[in-house]
């Protein structure tokens, strides 16, 4: 039985929540609209953690 990657799951809760704290950050700054938050993923700017993450899978 395989067992689970308790480091992997613990890094997305970390990158989701800096990523919930950053949009809260613009949205404060009034940097984000608040339609931005509907848009399709793809659509959603993307955040300097995101580009660094890809960066890395690369």
Do not use: Y
Request: glycine share 2%.
């Amino acid at each position: 039985m395989a067992r689970t990657n308790f480091r992997f799951e613990k890094r997305q809760k970390e990158i989701a929540k800096q990523k919930k704290a950053e949009e809260k950050r613009l949205r404060k700054l009034g940097l984000l609209d608040e339609k931005a938050e509907d848009k399709p993923e793809a659509e959603k700017p993307v955040s300097e953690a995101d580009k660094l993450s890809k960066w890395l899978s690369e």
